[in-house]
């Protein structure tokens, strides 16, 4: 499992932002763990190893290099992250129904989505950890996700955004969505699934923390397939 965090830790620095050039050597990179990410960062931005990506400037990199590491070391929070990004990757692509590119609807659903799971306590940052910076993680192993060779499709991690929506397909009536009517059916569904043993709740965590999460799911859900002029995912 280390082995898995470290590949994940290494993938997602090289994969994001940098800018200019840092002063690397004159920090003792051996002071502490975090001494030394920033400085790993650094040299991968120095040797041109990245572009810069959501508008950091290199403190920010840097300190977005230490939250990675201290994601990885959750029990939890990243896994949950990691099947979020996988999900978003199959069945909310950063492209229109018509096949062009639309990335911002892409990422408004990560933001979304990621904020609903910090809210219902199912991906807690870590101490020193934005919820900013779990977006950016996620980001960017959705972005590293996008370009699947056609794999997603054939794993479907997306399945349970597909049947979120279409809770909200059967619940649009003329264009306009009945809200109320989606969250009692989603609701509805959660307790099938709870009392058929097809789902089962984490310790310390509620059917009524899950319907709302859910329900939070199913308008970022809606606001892509607006924003991309999808009628389904």
């Known amino acids: 499992m280390m082995s898995v965090k ?13 800018c200019a050039a840092p002063s690397v050597y004159a920090q003792n990179c051996t002071a502490s763990k975090a001494a030394a990410i ?19 400037a290199l403190p ?22 990691i099947g979020i990004s996988s999900a978003i990757a199959d069945a909310l692509p950063p492209k229109n129904a018509n096949g062009t590119t639309n990335q911002s609807a892409q990422d408004l659903a990560v933001a979304q989505i990621v904020d609903a799971a910090i809210a219902g306590g199912f991906a807690p940052p870590p101490s020193n950890v934005t919820a900013q910076q779990l977006q ?10 996008n370009d699947n060779g056609g794999m997603m499709q054939m794993l479907t991690p997306g399945v349970g955004l597909r049947i979120v929506d279409s809770y909200v397909v059967t619940g649009t009536s003329g264009g306009s969505v ?12 959660v307790q099938n699934f709870i009392s058929s043993g097809l789902m089962k709740i984490p310790a310390g965590h509620t059917p009524a923390q899950v319907e709302t999460f859910l329900s939070s799911v ?16």
């Open 6 to 18: 470290n590949a994940v830790l290494l993938g997602v620095f090289l994969g994001a932002a940098g």
């Open 38 to 56: 920033e400085c790993f960062v650094g040299n991968a931005v120095t040797t041109k190893l990245t572009e810069p990506r959501y508008g950091m």
């Open 60 to 81: 920010q990199f840097k300190a977005y290099g230490v939250a990675v590491s201290e994601i990885l070391q959750t029990n939890h929070t990243y896994l949950v992250l």
């Open 136 to 145: 950016w993680f996620t980001l960017d192993l959705v972005n590293a996700m």
């Open 178 to 189: 009945n809200w109320s009517l989606v969250d009692a059916s989603l609701a509805t569904a």
């Open 218 to 233: 199913a308008q970022a859900v809606y606001a892509y397939k607006v924003s991309t002029n999808r009628a389904t995912l």
